[in-house]
Each structure stands twice: as C-alpha cells, then as structure tokens.
C-alpha cells in the first residue's frame, strides 16, 4: 500500500468530489498521495464524525451509524476503550456492548469506512482515558506510565497485539472498513520522550496492523511533541480555531495532507460547573476551511453518547478536579439520544456542497415517553450490608484490593474520646464521608483540596470514612497517581494504624431488596433505595434525579450512571431497550441522608444545564481565556471553603 508522504509545497486547492461511499471490497487500499489521500488510486476526502460503541446502547448502533450517513458523513471514528476489554490482566471482554469487531462490521453494512483510534490511550473523558484500573496496582505507575518504562509497555504491548488480533482483519487491505489506525492519542500533550512514540510505533508494525495507514494526532500547540517521523499526522482544534490549526500542520508537515484529525463543535460538562455549548456559525467557517481546501476532517463528536455506569473520567481543566457528567451529549450534531439537532442539518448542508453527495432522508429517530411519577422507598442502610473486610495496619487504595470503580470504606476503632482533634488524610480520591458511630461529622472533597477535619467524641468510638472513586483524571501527568482512596491518615499528628477495609464495587445490587419497615420516614447516611413504575409502551426518557443527592441508579439492572445535585445534569438518559412494558424496577445508591422518599418522574426532554449552586461561590470560578483548551488556566490551590457545599 502506497504510504509516501512527499515533501513538497503544500497544495491547497480543492481535490476532486470523493465518490459516493460504499462498504470496502477485497483488495482495496487506502494511501497517502502527496497532498491528499487516495482510495484505489483516486482521489478521497475524509468526511468522518466520532462516535464511540460503549457510550451507545449496542442495538442503536445501526441507527447512529445511519444518522452519520444522513449528515453526509462516508466515515466514523472511534476509540477503543482499553479497559473495558481487559478489565483484568489477561482477561478480554470482546462481546455484547464491547464487540468492537460488530460495531465496525455495522459501519461497513451502512457505508461507512473507519478511523480506529486504537490507543492504548484514549482521553475522551474516559475513566483514566481508557486504562485499565489495575495498571495503577504497580507503584511504578507513578513515573512509568506513558513510557518506555516496561512496567507500563509490556502490559501495553500485549493488549496492542490482543485488540490487533480482534480488529486487523477487519482493515481495508482484507475487505474490512478500517482505513487508518492510529497510534496513541495526543501524546504531545502529555510529553516529548519520541523513543515512547517510536517503541509504540514499532508495537503496532509488529502486530496485525503492520499493513495499516497509520497517524498521530495532537493538538495544534502539541503536533511537534507527538508525531513521528514518516508517519501522517494530524492536527484537533475547537470552534475557530482553524487557520491557526491548519498553518501549524502546513507548516510541520509541508506536502501532506491537511487533516483535523478533531474538530471540537462542543465541550464536555463537569460535575459543578454550568453546562457547555458552542455557537454553529463560526464552526460551519471551520469546517468549510477545512473543506474548501480539500482537507479531511473528523468532527469530534458526531455523537457523544453516555457515559453509562462508573465509565465517566475527570478534569482538572477548570483548575481543579471535577468529575464529569454522566452525559456525553457534547453538544454534538446528533444529541445523546441521538436526535438530529439545528447543528445536524446545518453541517449536512455544508458537507454535501463539497462532496456533492445525495441528500439521504434523515431516518426516524426512537419515540420518547414519558415515566409517570413514582416514590422511591427507603430501603436499607449500607452499613447492613458491608463484605467480609481486609484487615491492614495502614490503608488501601483500591487498586491494591484489585478494585476498579465504585467506593471503599476504612473503618478503625478509636479507643479513647476525642476533644477536637484534628482528623488529617494525606489526601483524598476523590470524595469522603466522615463518620463517628454512624453520625456524619464532615466531608472532604477532592474539588476543594479538603484533606482534613476536627471530631470530637465522648467515648471511644468507630470511625468510618467512605470515600467515593468519582472518576479518573483522563489527561496530564496527574494520571500516573489516580489511585482511589487515601494512603494514611493520622489523628492530632498521631498515624492510625489498624484497619477493617470494605471493598465495594457496586457492581451488581439486585440482591439488595427493601428491607426497611414501610413506616420508615427518613434515611440516614449512605443508604440504598428501590422503586418501579409502569409502563403501557417502551421508548427512550430522561429521568429526573433532581430530587436525590450524590450516587449511582440502576434501571432493570443496567446501570445508567452517576448524579449529584450540584448540576448541571438533572436528567439521566435512558434508553428504550432498557426498558419494558409491564413493571420496571429502580434502584438507587445515595450517599447523602433523605428526610423523605424522593419522587422521581420521567421526562420527554433532557435537561442538561440545571442549576449549579456551587459555582457561584467556588474559590476556582475564573473564565478560560480560550473556551477549547484542553487545560485551564494554572491556578493556585484555592483554599478549603470553611464548610463543604450543602447537601
């Protein structure tokens, strides 16, 4: 397959109109030609949308996949999503919602070609950006990750090898769709080290991807730090962003094609912090320079989807951590549901006035209903239903306990009153719930770099911290210590030594059923509640979750994701196939107290940008000077607030 990247001027004229896309063929082959990409031998532009199979129910991916077709799209990218295939070492998960080879198969019998962003690095706001929880298990992650270290590239090299066993066959080069493969994901914005780039290179040219186009991408401010010499590379930008995007690849990359390998038309919403968008009219100025210019485009995302579950990463992008939202709607031309929007058939326009392709009808999109009001009833406490604990003379991460996601309790017995002592942690991942016999005594938030705080106790008594994994950092060097829990804490100055440790997942509570009395009025502490409601008629809803306080809900036992009532998310996306005619049954895991039964409803919209309480008042709040950084601004630590956000 022809690969030759010429370095010459930069051409920047239009390339003929790509053919109408079809399924690829037996022998066909996809190259670089200079300034422009070739499929057989002729000329082809790259109009691709991303959208990722885990963050789409997997019997909507045929539906997504013809919206892309509908918005003149001849191409989808995706990632993969390391993790979710071995979410432990040796251990693969390639079926259900996580066969990828289906989901690319899909995109072919719809007539759409593949970028594969095969990693191992994702971002994406991601948990961890796609690695797997027990990576961290080995203390030399902290300086091994994303390096040539062994510690970090033997597990990696084997998982390249493994997901080039599932997806290679699948390249165009055997009759598949994947067009390109590409190698890592903005490393230049993580590092420099190229003998790191080089190896994974190798990696990949040693696996079944040996025959593939294969690219880098980076930001623009990133490219020199991330690509590879020989190897096409790409460049991502936001709204407005584009000359400057495209000079800089022009002018590292003189002769090869001009390809965003990311253009952001939205932005990712964090826990706290009010809801995203980004204005169509300066994108559609992007996306024609890009297009005019005969370059090839990825329009990250297309679709977002949902980060059902605990698979939702986190920031520090406004300064300090926040997890993010369930929702990955993104403010993408196709919404979470995926509902077309005003951005959808303003892209198409402009899309199909370059390729002079057909206008598809746009498909019909699922029916939404509404879930009629339904009282969740209290349940029962957590603290009846706690593991067998690990005993340890220190702390515990989770990932020492071969646990990825969920929460983890330390409980110690303190043998003497307490007058005001201090309570310290060396530091919390990412938020805790400190009690005394059971009563609350403080929180500390990871947001807010609370690490300590004063009981007081006229007895001996039992101290229990609850600490919640809310998500991996995505991004930054800061990931090579996103271990979840806290390593030790002491007592006025005193280490705490002896500890009963409980490990919970929250995998799987179906067997949790309601064991509370009916005349139970209020719920103190972390507790699990359960519910259901009717249904005459399935179709996708929004359920309202503005009434409960921070933790997990499950429906029919899928686990939709997380709330918290700091916005800006109030509706949880919930998707048909989830549900059935009949009784539906509910499920919810808050840590926050409830003095009545919360009400939860159904909705026919989403509601995405709700009230954010906190934010007013966040020692954090400074506005970015560019809205599509990938990193805010450096900011001091703030100071710890005198008392944590009301619950």
């Known amino acids: 397959m022809k690969k030759t990247l010429l370095l010459c001027a930069l051409a920047l004229a239009s390339i003929p109109a790509l053919a109408q896309s079809q399924p690829a063929k037996s022998g066909q082959s996809f190259a670089v030609d200079g300034d422009h990409f070739v499929l057989d031998g002729k000329p082809f532009q790259v109009v691709s949308g991303e959208m990722h199979y885990a963050r789409i129910p997997r019997e909507y991916w045929h539906a997504r996949l013809k919206m892309a077709r509908a918005m003149g799209l001849n191409t989808i990218a995706t990632y993969v999503f390391w993790n979710v295939h071995e979410p432990s070492p040796g251990v693969y998960n390639f079926s259900g919602q996580y066969d990828l080879a289906a989901f690319i198969k899909a995109a072919q019998e719809e007539g759409l070609y593949v970028l594969l962003r095969a990693g191992p690095y994702s971002c994406a706001e991601w948990e961890f950006g796609g690695f797997p929880a027990w990576l961290l298990k080995d203390p030399k992650m902290s300086r091994a990750l994303r390096t040539n270290d062994d510690a970090f590239m033997v597990p990696a090299e084997e998982w390249i090898d493994r997901l080039a066993k599932e997806t290679?066959?699948?390249?165009?080069?055997h009759g598949g769709p994947i067009i390109a493969v590409q190698v890592e994901n903005e490393y230049g914005n993580f590092g420099n080290e190229h003998a790191y780039m080089e190896h994974?290179?190798?990696?990949?040219?040693?696996?079944?991807?040996?025959?593939?186009?294969?690219?880098?991408?980076?930001?623009?401010?990133?490219l020199a730090n991330g690509s590879l010499d020989g190897i096409l590379a790409g460049v991502n930008f936001g709204t407005g962003s584009s000359e400057q995007g495209l000079a800089k690849l022009a002018a590292l990359r003189p002769g090869q094609p001009l390809f965003a390998t990311e253009y952001w038309p939205g932005w990712f919403d964090l826990f706290g912090h009010p809801h995203e968008t980004r204005p169509v009219a300066p994108q559609l100025k992007d996306i024609e320079n890009v297009l005019s210019r005969g370059g090839s485009i990825n329009i990250y995302m297309f679709h977002g989807g949902t980060n059902f579950g605990m698979m939702a990463g986190a920031s520090a992008s406004t300064g300090n951590y926040r997890g993010n939202v369930t929702s990955y709607d993104y403010d993408a031309p196709l919404d979470e549901a995926g509902h077309p929007t005003p951005k959808f058939f303003a892209y198409r326009d402009l899309i199909l006035k370059y390729t002079h392709g057909p206008k598809l009808p746009v498909p019909e999109v699922a029916p939404v209903v509404a879930i009629p009001e339904f009282t969740l009833k209290f349940a029962t406490p957590l603290w009846q239903h706690l593991p067998e604990p690990i005993s340890s003379p220190t702390p515990l991460t989770m990932e020492q306990l071969d646990q990825a996601y969920g929460y983890i309790l330390y409980r110690h017995q303190l043998d003497a009153p307490v007058d005001g002592k201090p309570l310290a942690l060396d530091a919390v991942h990412d938020y805790a719930r400190v009690y005394l016999d059971g009563k609350l005594a403080g929180t500390l938030d990871r947001h807010y770099n609370q690490t300590s705080l004063t009981l007081t106790s006229t007895k001996p008594a039992q101290l229990d911290i609850l600490v919640e994994n809310t998500g991996r950092l995505n991004?930054?060097?800061?990931?090579?210590?996103?271990?979840?829990?806290?390593?030790?804490?002491?007592?006025?100055?005193?280490?705490?030594?002896?500890?009963?440790?409980?490990?919970?997942?929250?995998?799987?509570?179906?067997?949790?059923?309601?064991?509370?009395?009916?005349?139970?009025?209020?719920?103190?502490?972390?507790?699990?509640?359960s519910g259901s409601f009717v249904l005459a008629q399935t179709g996708d809803a929004f359920l309202d979750i503005s009434t409960l306080g921070k933790g997990l809900i499950w429906i029919n036992g899928h686990a939709l994701g997380r709330f918290w009532n700091i916005g800006p998310q109030d509706t949880l996306y919930v998707p048909a196939p989830w549900l059935k005619k009949g009784?539906?049954?509910?499920?919810?895991?808050?840590?926050?107290?409830?003095?009545?039964?919360?009400?939860?409803?159904?909705?026919?919209?989403?509601?995405?940008?709700?009230?954010?309480?906190?934010?007013?008042?966040?020692?954090?709040?400074?506005?970015?000077?560019?809205?599509?950084?990938?990193?805010?601004?450096?900011?001091?630590?703030?100071?710890?607030?005198?008392?944590?956000?009301?619950?």
Request: charged share 20%; glycine share 6%.
């Open 168 to 173: 290679a066959p699948l390249l165009i080069e």
């Open 200 to 222: 994974m290179l190798k990696i990949f040219q040693s696996t079944g991807y040996k025959d593939a186009l294969l690219y880098t991408v980076d930001p623009s401010k990133a």
């Open 475 to 529: 991004s930054t060097k800061n990931m090579r210590n996103e271990w979840k829990g806290f390593h030790s804490a002491t007592l006025d100055g005193t280490p705490l030594t002896g500890w009963q440790i409980y490990s919970l997942p929250m995998r799987d509570v179906s067997a949790i059923q309601a064991l509370a009395p009916p005349t139970l009025q209020s719920a103190q502490g972390p507790h699990f509640d």
């Open 583 to 647: 009784r539906n049954e509910v499920q919810i895991f808050d840590l926050f107290s409830a003095a009545a039964p919360p009400k939860l409803v159904g909705r026919t919209k989403p509601i995405l940008d709700g009230p954010t309480p906190t934010y007013a008042d966040d020692p954090e709040r400074k506005k970015k000077a560019d809205p599509n950084a990938e990193f805010g601004p450096k900011l001091a630590a703030p100071a710890s607030p005198s008392m944590p956000p009301k619950e």
